[in-house]
């Protein structure tokens, strides 16, 4: 894989502070400090994410550091302090499930909310702007109504954001977005098991103008443990899986999480080596066996 290949990798830090499952703000430094040195240029987070720490970290490496494209996202409902101010907004009592693991979290997706919630990002990044601001996990229903568009335009206007767009969960969601007027950033899952992007889906992001990030990359743990059986190790299956999605047309950009450091080297080193042409082989096995076919 090339240098420029590299660089169409995106660090994800969902996992990055979450310092009660054993992960120190240092080893998320170092991650993301480790995915940078070696030549990637983009790093996704979002306030959600360690509530809040993952931007800390990320805010903190990034002193000093240029060039690098930083995309975090707004609309979930999981701090206490997100909880209060949405049902301030709304004028309700504020409902703490979101809080629980187990459950999901609500959801706001107003102007006045989200730029609340961007703005607190913004400080969390110690930065006065961000490359790219997405709205988290939004269904089709909320896209079409559109509540955010004043808060992104304005946000845009004031030189807060470059760029928003929406990280969604379905091809229903992502087509609800591709309608969405000044969109220009779409996530979606792209992996072997959802198949390749539908084509109108591709048409409408190249004529948009609309940069797709591929989300869920070696799917969840299963995914990678089964590719690893076929290839025989897991940096073969890494590397075969990433290789995948970017060959995938309209994708630009492809996220990977990584929660230790060590995770940043392997994986990123894995990339660098390639896959042999016999590798090609166990891929076209491990599709038959796993992947979704082309329609």
């Not at 930083?70 to 997100?82: F, H």
């Not at 089964?226 to 995948?244: I, N």
Request: with cysteine; net charge positive; hydrophobic share 45%.
């Amino acid at each position: 894989m090339s240098v420029e290949d590299i660089r169409r990798i995106g660090l994800g830090t969902a996992r990055l502070g979450a310092f009660w499952q054993g992960r120190s703000l240092n080893d998320g430094a170092k991650t993301v400090a480790t995915a940078l040195d070696l030549g990637v240029e983009t790093i996704d987070t979002a306030d959600v994410y360690a509530r809040g720490i993952a931007e800390k970290i990320v805010g903190r490496v990034l002193r000093g550091r240029r060039n690098v494209c930083v995309m975090t996202k707004v609309g979930l409902l999981k701090t206490p302090q997100a909880i209060v101010k949405s049902a301030t907004l709304r004028g309700s009592i504020p409902a703490l499930t979101g809080l629980r693991a187990a459950q999901a979290a609500d959801r706001d997706y107003s102007s006045e909310y989200i730029k609340w919630a961007a703005e607190n990002s913004l400080r969390r990044l110690s930065v006065d702007s961000v490359d790219t601001l997405l709205l988290h996990d939004i269904d089709a229903g909320s896209l079409k109504v559109g509540g955010f568009r004043e808060a992104m335009e304005n946000m845009q206007t004031r030189g807060l954001i470059r760029r928003w767009g929406a990280q969604v969960a379905n091809v229903e969601a992502a087509r609800a977005a591709l309608t969405v007027p000044g969109l220009s950033v779409l996530q979606m899952p792209v992996n072997v098991t959802t198949g390749p992007l539908p084509r109108d889906i591709v048409v409408a992001a190249k004529t948009q103008g609309v940069n797709i990030v591929a989300l869920a990359v070696l799917g969840d743990g299963r995914l990678l443990h089964d590719a690893s059986a076929v290839f025989g190790d897991r940096s073969s299956a890494v590397a075969a899986l990433v290789r995948d999605v970017l060959r995938e047309d309209g994708v630009e950009t492809a996220l990977l999480g990584m929660s230790r450091y060590t995770h940043a080297y392997d994986n990123l080193a894995a990339l660098r080596c390639g896959a042999s042409a016999g590798e090609e082989t166990n891929f076209e096995e491990f599709v038959r066996r796993y992947g979704k076919e082309k329609p």
